[in-house]
Every structure is written in C-alpha cells, then in structure tokens.
C-alpha cells in the first residue's frame, strides 16, 4: 500500500513563488508515475504536472506550463511542485498522485493513490 503526505500548503501573495513537497513510502518509489492535481471548491480535480519514473518525462496543464516545475528526488522518495508566478485562481488543495508506470500520465484515472491534500490560498 502506498501512502502519500503533502505538505508545504500556506498562504501566498499573489506573483509569488511557493513550493509543495510530497513523501511517498510503501513501496518502490522509482516504478510509479507522480503527479500533480489540485481542486478547487465546486470544481472538478485538475491535473497539473506529471513526472514520470525518470526526468525526461514530464508534462504540464497549459494553465501552469512555465509557472510550475515538477521535479522527483527517487533518493528521498519525493516528488516536489515548484510554484511561481502565483495567481488567485490558483487557489486550491493541491493532491500528489502516484500511479504505477513509466510515463508521465495526466488522468485521474490513472492514478492509484492519493495524498489527503494541501491547502494553497493565493492573496490578491
């Protein structure tokens, strides 16, 4: 069974920078795809980054490509967002996702497991 926690959810000022950090234990870090969604309230989940088992493969939502920076450290067993350039629309729990591949993956569905969440509120 893997287990997800995030953490690094705050709030921000808008323009600015912040980062999300997600531990993964239970099994082999390095044979799942992770990625990054987020929900904001009464909206569906929305996928935002993806890395697959190595860095070369990633993909991004065009609502984030150039702002946000996924990255993994299969060292540590983390998978870490790197948020700039933040908006208020932004604002949202963000999830970190993990799902057995070697691909970056973009879909819910396509995920096993599921962290509990992270508040993110952007100030404007």
């Known amino acids: 069974q893997v287990h997800l926690v995030e953490t690094g959810g705050g709030l921000v000022q808008a323009g600015g920078s912040h980062i999300l950090a997600c531990a993964f234990s239970?099994?082999?870090?390095?044979?799942?795809?992770m990625g990054w969604f987020r929900q904001a309230p009464g909206r569906e989940r929305e996928f935002l980054a993806s890395?697959?088992?190595?860095?070369?493969?990633?993909a991004y939502a065009a609502s984030v490509k150039g702002r946000f920076t996924i990255s993994r450290d299969n060292a540590k067993n983390t998978v870490s967002l790197q948020m700039n350039s933040l908006k208020p629309e932004d604002t949202a729990v963000y999830y970190c996702?993990?799902?057995?591949?070697?691909?970056?993956?973009?879909?819910?569905?396509?995920?096993?497991?599921w962290g509990q969440g992270t508040q993110v509120t952007v100030s404007s």
């Open positions: 996702a993990a799902g057995r591949g070697v691909f970056a993956k973009s879909l819910v569905r396509e995920y096993e497991y």
């Open positions: 239970g099994r082999t870090f390095s044979s799942y795809t």
């Open positions: 890395i697959g088992r190595d860095d070369e493969f990633t």
